[in-house]
C-alpha cells in the first residue's frame, strides 16, 4: 500500500471517529442538556480539518509501535460515555469551565500548528510561537485537560479505564514525535529553549 493510499485511509478513519464521538455526545445533551462533551467535540472537529489540509510530512515514524499509540490514543475518546450517574466531584458548570480552558489551549494549539498538525509522529515543518513556547506539546496538554473534565463530569470505572489508557498512549506519543523531530536541527534548538513536553514545571 504506497503513501497516499494510507493517508487517505487515515483521513477516513478519523472521519469516522469523529462521526462516532458526535453522535454519542450529541445524543447526551439532548438528554441532559449538559455541555461538557460538546466542548470536548468542538476541539475534536479541529483534528478532522486541520488533518484534511495538513501538508505532507518530511519524515513519519511507519513503526508499528507508533501506529499502536496513534490508534490506542484516538480512539480512546470514542470509546468515553456519557453517563447518568450524576458527577459527585463537580458540578456539570464547573466542568464545563475546565473544560473549556482545555479547548482554549487545544484550540491556540491547533491554529498556531495550522498546516503542519498530524495524527502520526512525524516532522511537518517545526512551530516555535504561540503556546509552542511554553511547553512542546500545548494540543496534548489540552486535550488532557478535556479528558480530565469529563471524567469528572462522567465518572464511571469504564470512563476512568479509557482515559488511564488513551492519555498514557498520548504522553508516549508525544516523546515518539519528539523521537522524528529530533533529526531536525532547528527542533533540537527549540527544545533547549523550551523544556517541558506537557506541563511548565512539572513535565
Known sequence: MNIKSN????????????????????????RTGHVT??????GESLVVVLTIVRR???????????AIMTTVSLVGPVLMRAT??????MSDQLTAIVSAVGLLVVVAGKMTLG???????ANRGVVVRGPYTLVR???????????AAFLLAHPA???????????????????????????????RQYCQRVGWHLVPGVF
Do not use: C, K, Q
Open 7 to 30: 493517508d487517505l485511509i487515515a483521513r477516513a478513519t478519523i472521519v469516522v471517529l469523529f462521526s462516532l464521538l458526535s453522535i454519542n455526545l450529541f445524543g447526551e445533551y439532548l
Open 37 to 42: 462533551g460538546l466542548l470536548l467535540l468542538v
Open 56 to 66: 505532507r510530512a518530511i519524515a513519519v515514524d511507519r513503526s508499528a509501535a507508533a
Open 84 to 89: 447518568s450517574v450524576p458527577a459527585s466531584v
Open 115 to 121: 498546516r503542519s498538525f498530524g495524527v502520526v509522529p
Open 137 to 147: 506539546h500545548p494540543i496534548y496538554t489540552g486535550y488532557l485537560i478535556t479528558h
Open 157 to 187: 470505572p469504564w470512563n476512568l479505564s479509557i482515559v488511564l489508557i488513551a492519555d498514557t498512549a498520548l504522553i508516549v506519543r508525544a516523546l515518539m514525535e519528539e523521537r522524528v523531530l529530533s533529526a531536525d536541527a532547528s527542533y
